[in-house]
């Protein structure tokens, strides 16, 4: 458990971020954390690197509504100090905290009935020293990754803790894949992934769902983050889309839409319309599917596994409801139309819900 968060089993596998603000700048650090909250995040990391991060802990802890990890590197006090705040859990470096002050850590954590994830990555695994260089090392290290995690999970529970789970991260996702896949093999400890340093947006969308995907597609993985050089809200977003395009989580929106050819007959393009409904359905809290295509080839048999679709046509578009054809369209006021046909639906649920309620 991660706070009120269960993590592992057959629980949800949740989205996590991490701040990118400096973490004693507790209204900055706060607006990244609720802006990630409205995006539906799990789970918020912020870096604790000295004791004005530290002490600015209690007050972020009390105006979030998610838990909250405290990413912890060489100074065991602060660890300490994350926990005595509140922290729900700490993120430690097995290679940068000596084995005694570890213990320390674990100790006050058990106390305290606190999380704990070892975070195991490439650039920090030791004894990095020791492999040669040629062209077994980036096996040997991989390997040197799961040993030495598996080393710390049997010692956490040698010192009768259990409420931890382990990343083991790298920047290349098939090394990210391979850890992990043999690490699962090993145990059942919970698992967080992630391919760290994986880049600006676009660089870091591909490289997490190759690595990701693959993984979540073979039923491994309990926490994911996707790892972005840039906005917070983005790393939610894409984490959610991945887990929804395996059907690991519901998507509340889904807007299908073609690709577009020369036989697309939307003014301005299907793009256009498409980006237009997504505006449209921004802060839509139920469960919807909407096709969004541009011609008559796809377009009726899309929207019939949809529960609405707009299909483009010279001059006037055409509004489904599933399979039934609703009307014909002006192309400027297709978007509208379809809001409505959703206001419509979404009362008539109500409605049956409050019969049903009364029954």
């Known amino acids: ?45 912020v870096a604790v690197p000295d004791k004005a991060a530290a002490q600015a802990l209690p007050e972020i802890l009390r105006q979030s509504r998610v838990p909250l990890i405290a990413d912890i590197h060489y100074a065991h006090g602060l660890a300490l100090d994350a926990l005595d705040a509140g922290m729900h859990c700490v993120r430690l470096n097995p290679g940068n905290v000596k084995l005694d002050l570890m213990q320390k850590i674990v ?46 999970c049997e010692r956490f529970e040698s010192w009768g803790f259990r409420n931890f789970k382990v990343s083991l991260k790298s920047s290349d996702p098939l090394t990210t894949i391979y850890t992990n896949r043999r690490f699962a093999r090993l145990t059942d400890v919970p698992l ?43 790393e939610v977003r894409i984490g959610l889309d991945l887990l929804a395009s395996l059907r690991l989580r519901k998507k509340n929106v ?3 839409s073609c690709p577009s050819c020369g036989r697309d007959e939307v003014d301005g393009g299907v793009e256009v319309l498409a980006r237009a409904v997504e505006e449209a359905m921004k802060g839509y809290k139920g469960n919807i599917t909407v096709s969004v295509l541009g011609c008559i080839v796809n377009g009726p048999g899309e929207a019939g596994q949809a ?17 039934k054809l609703l009307c014909r369209v002006p192309n400027d006021k297709l978007v509208a139309a379809l809001m409505k046909e ?18």
């Open 1 to 45: 458990m991660v706070g009120h968060l269960p993590i592992g089993g057959d629980h949800l596998i949740s989205v996590q971020t991490m701040t990118k603000t400096k973490t004693d700048d507790v209204a900055a650090t706060l607006r990244q954390i609720h802006a990630a909250q409205d995006a539906g995040v799990d789970v918020v990391r």
């Open 107 to 152: 100790d006050r954590a058990h106390q305290l009935g606190r999380a704990i994830r070892i975070g195991i990555n490439a650039g920090s695994i030791e004894p990095r020293k020791g492999l040669q260089v040629n062209k077994d090392m980036e096996l040997e290290m991989a390997d040197l990754m799961v040993d030495t995690a598996v080393e710390w």
């Open 192 to 234: 967080h992934m992630g391919v760290t340093e994986a880049g600006t947006l676009e660089a870091s969308t591909v490289k997490s769902c190759v690595g990701l995907g693959t993984l979540l597609s073979e039923g491994i993985g309990d926490t994911i983050r996707i790892s972005i050089t840039g906005n917070p809200v983005d």
């Open 254 to 256: 889904d807007i299908v």
């Open 307 to 323: 529960d609405f679709g707009i299909v483009g046509a010279k001059d006037a578009g055409y509004l489904y409801k599933g399979e």
């Open 342 to 359: 959703i206001a419509i639906e979404e009362a008539r649920r109500k409605a049956d819900k409050s019969v049903a309620a009364l029954a």
